[in-house]
């Protein structure tokens, strides 16, 4: 795992890592490097995987999301006047910017679309940094995870377990995360964080 020095530098927004890319501590090959991992996992045969690249829009992600489904995995729950509602069951995966490591877990997400253009008018889904849904996918995911992993092994991350992620940090710290308060930060708060 991560030493208490490299815990503190990835909070400051500083890369740690021994392997390519993240040992040129160059930003762009990293997020290279990111994108052929996207590109691998969507030419899994029946898997879409959407990515957020652009830090939800404002302020700095130490990661981008992916959000990986199976194509019978989209129920359209509601259709009215070209407009569709659909409902999502799928994995994320947030791969850090900062490290050659990864986190994964089960989410829903929920769309609404217009019929006709594609467009996205809405939408809701969640994140696993609140750590309740880490590594949590049942039964029916065990195939897509392991096609996923195995991705992931490829581009050489490591994919952390919740037990180490969700203990303590052992250190005092300040880190911009919207997602705990300073006295409850957790491994997972210096790894993981979206500054808003």
């Given at each position: ?70 194509k019978e995995d989209v129920e359209v729950t509601k259709e009215i006047k070209g407009i569709q509602e659909l409902e ?79 203990e303590r940090l052992p250190f005092p710290a300040q880190i911009p995360t919207i997602y705990r308060e300073p006295r409850q930060y957790l491994i997972l708060d210096a ?6």
């Open positions: 795992m991560f030493s208490n020095e490299q815990l503190k530098a990835m909070i400051e927004g500083k890369v740690v890592g021994t392997e390519f890319p993240y040992d040129t501590n160059n930003d762009q090959e990293i997020e290279a490097h990111i994108r052929r991992l996207f590109y691998r996992i969507n030419r899994i045969p029946n898997i879409v995987c959407e990515a957020e690249w652009n830090h939800f829009g404002s302020g700095y992600a130490s990661f981008v999301e992916f959000f990986c489904y199976q999502i069951e799928g994995i994320i995966i947030d791969i850090s910017r900062l490290a050659p490591v990864a986190i994964m877990g089960e989410d829903d997400r929920y769309k609404t679309i217009r019929v006709e253009t594609k467009e996205e008018i809405g939408g809701a889904y969640g994140s696993l940094l609140g750590g309740y849904r880490l590594e949590h996918l049942p039964d029916k995911y065990r195939e897509i995870a392991r096609k996923l992993r195995q991705a992931l092994e490829e581009y050489n991350y490591e994919l952390l377990k919740p037990e180490v992620l969700n790894i993981f964080y979206w500054i808003d």
